[in-house]
């Protein structure tokens, strides 16, 4: 099985940036798309971005110019550039092994306005 850790987190004034990181460890059978949802309080779980193994992506409208995902292969890290940051961006951000449908415990990215 694999296993996903997020890091990178945090609490960030509106208009800041973090950088979000996905590390996956254990059995890799199949890394081909990897993915970046949020959730926020009352709200459903939605992809913000995904990435192919050799790196097509897809952006939800809503972060489009301000987020950039890339991954690593050797590293079997996807990370998540965050800028430009808006207080409706606060959510838990989950990383997704979307071929093995993996989902990592998630982290809390907080905005502040």
């Known amino acids: 099985q694999v296993q996903l850790v997020e890091s990178g987190g945090g609490l960030v004034q509106a208009g800041g940036s973090l950088r979000l990181s996905c590390s996956a460890s254990?059995?890799?059978?199949?890394?081909?798309?990897m993915a970046w949802h949020r959730q926020a309080p009352g709200k459903q779980r939605v992809l913000v971005a995904s990435?192919?193994?050799?790196?097509?992506?897809y952006y939800k409208d809503s972060v489009k110019g301000r987020f950039t995902i890339s991954r690593d292969n050797a590293k079997n890290t996807v990370y998540l550039q965050m800028n430009g940051l808006k207080p409706e961006d606060t959510a838990v951000y989950y990383c997704?092994?979307?071929?093995?449908?993996?989902w990592g415990p998630g982290t809390q990215v907080t905005v502040a306005s």
């Open positions: 997704l092994a979307v071929d093995t449908a993996t």
């Open positions: 254990g059995i890799i059978a199949s890394m081909n798309v």
């Open positions: 990435i192919a193994r050799l790196g097509n992506t």
